[in-house]
């Protein structure tokens, strides 16, 4: 058994979680809604991630460590643009 969540908003709010009952039903439900949301991450019943998909991409422990520096980057861009502009 897994666990879907549907982010709203990347590392934000999200859906409460939606069970899945089996690879197969992740897999689809991935195919689903890779597209419709900013972030979906399935997890399993000791709450590990198994599958991760970011701005219609999926995740893996090679590109990881890349798209988590360049999230804070732009989140540090973000940040310092509306700074300025007060």
Known sequence: MYLGY??????????????LEDDMEAAEYI??????YPE??????DDELVAWT??????????EEHV?????NFK?????SFLEDI
């Open 31 to 36: 195919a689903k809604y890779i597209y419709r």
């Open 76 to 80: 540090q861009l973000i940040k310092q």
């Open 54 to 63: 970011v701005d219609g991409k999926i995740i893996t422990e090679e590109n």
């Open 6 to 19: 549907r982010f709203l908003r990347r590392d934000g709010q999200h859906y409460q979680p939606d069970i």
């Open 68 to 72: 988590r520096k360049q999230w804070k």
């Open 40 to 45: 979906i991450r399935i997890t399993n019943h």
